[in-house]
């Protein structure tokens, strides 16, 4: 079956440590996105990407990072430079503009 | 920038009455997306609405795009305990793809 493969699904990681959470995806989609989601706040755009090799900022990247090597992967890195970065996180998939997202089943980070 | 609010943030119901969710912005829409997602899991895509005055249906649940294309709604119909979960709105842009979501509705349903 095609789709978005998120993992871990739980992370636990301590203060000052950089992780990155793993994005993959089957479907041949050009572009990928990156959300948070907070309780009560709704998803964020943390970055996005329409192509291979390249990128944008969203709305709240500070404190993350992230590559496109290759059509397939977007990977996400949560920096020791994001304050809060306890959060479920959301990576989505897209065809083109006609289509809605689909989303992977999300990593939920816990920073001690 | 772009903002959608979303109304009501929660949203308690019977069996089996009716439930809206409201979608409005202060400038023109391109487009409008619905998302459902369940408690502890991932939004997933219902419909997208891009025409003026759209109206599309499936099953118990009715999208509509307003005239102007600065608010839209969510109904369903008789809701029952499946429905339960959090809806969402979005607002597509044309150029990048990326959507900015609403707040979202939590909607609870009492067997």
């Known amino acids: 079956d095609g789709g978005i493969t998120q993992s871990p699904k739980y992370l636990f990681r301590k203060e000052g440590q950089n992780v990155t959470l793993s994005c993959e995806q089957n479907l041949n989609h050009d572009a990928m996105y990156w959300y948070r989601q907070d309780p009560g706040q709704g998803l964020r755009l943390i970055y996005y990407s329409q192509i291979v090799n390249d990128f944008q900022k969203g709305d709240i990247a500070e404190g993350y990072s992230v590559s496109r090597e290759k059509k397939e992967s977007f990977p996400l890195t949560v920096t020791s430079a994001q304050k809060n970065p306890t959060a479920f996180y959301l990576c989505?998939?897209?065809?083109?503009?006609?289509?809605?997202?689909?989303f992977g089943s999300g990593t939920r980070l816990t920073v001690v | 920038g772009q903002q959608v609010m979303q109304i009501p943030q929660y949203q308690h119901v019977q069996e089996g009455e009716d439930f809206t969710t409201y979608c409005n912005s202060s400038t023109t829409l391109s487009n409008i997306q619905w998302y459902k997602q369940r408690p502890g899991g991932h939004p997933v895509f219902l419909i997208q609405l891009v025409k003026s005055g759209e109206v599309k249906k499936q099953k118990r649940l009715t999208f509509q795009f307003g005239e102007a294309k600065k608010n839209s709604s969510l109904h369903i119909t008789a809701t029952q305990t499946t429905d339960v979960g959090t809806y969402f709105c979005a607002e597509g842009s044309s150029n990048t793809g990326k959507l900015i979501f609403g707040q979202g509705t939590t909607l609870q349903v009492k067997p």
């Open positions: 989505a998939s897209r065809a083109n503009r006609n289509y809605g997202y689909t």
